[in-house]
């Protein structure tokens, strides 16, 4: 089997401590931890985000570029959420422990723990995981922009977007204070729900 991957090397490296990379973190509660081969150089084709989350906590809308992802729960429960371009629909999965939600390349989806102590791994098929940010594409498309294609009022952009902060990750942020309006211009977009589940909220092991 052919492989780029010097096994022999005396450099190679079959362990890592995932608790000591972290990619992200927002408070004791909310954090990413990151694991790829910049972290294990023996991976190929494979590397994981190990994600923890509190009740109502979001990691951010986004796409891996690079990669599917598989969700895997360990603890809690969270919604998956995911846009499926094909069918021109939002999809919505609860998952508790055991349960997984598939990601194909390039989907747009975000997650949102419905629980305290929510754990839960996404797992990738590339060495090294990419992303394109909801608060990146949010920040840096100029508003002139926004306001041209989609006939928004310039200001009125501005001001929605000012509090965005570039490399969200996880929101909402610690000093969000959200005032403002929102009327439904349109009938209300039905999205597509699958798996509900009741769950009801067990204790299981977290990492403080």
Do not use: R
């Not at 890592?16 to 972290?22: A, E, H």
């Not at 610690?174 to 597509?192: F, K, L, S």
């Amino acid at each position: 089997m052919s492989s780029s991957i010097d096994f022999s090397s005396p450099s190679i490296q079959f362990f890592f401590d995932v608790n000591k990379s972290q990619l992200f973190k927002k408070d004791p509660q909310n954090f990413i931890n990151v694991l790829g081969a910049n972290e294990l150089n023996s991976l190929k084709g494979t590397s994981m985000l190990d994600t923890f989350l509190s009740k109502g906590n979001i990691v951010e809308p986004h796409y891996h570029q690079n990669a599917a992802e598989l969700v895997y729960c360990i603890s809690g429960c969270a919604i998956v959420s995911i846009f499926n371009p094909y069918m021109k629909q939002l999809m919505q999965f609860t998952i508790t422990p055991g349960q997984v939600t598939n990601v194909p390349q390039g989907w747009w989806h975000y997650i949102e723990a419905q629980v305290d102590n929510t754990h839960f791994l996404a797992i990738f098929d590339a060495n090294i995981p990419e992303v394109i940010l909801g608060s990146d594409i949010l920040k840096f498309t100029p508003p002139s922009i926004m306001s041209k294609t989609y006939c928004i009022d310039e200001q009125h952009w501005k001001q929605s977007v000012a509090p965005v902060k570039p490399g969200t990750f996880i929101g909402p942020y610690n000093d969000c204070h959200p005032n403002y309006h929102y009327q439904q211009p349109y009938p209300p977009y039905a999205p597509h729900y699958a798996i509900p589940v009741n769950y009801q909220p067990k204790n299981h092991p977290f990492y403080s």
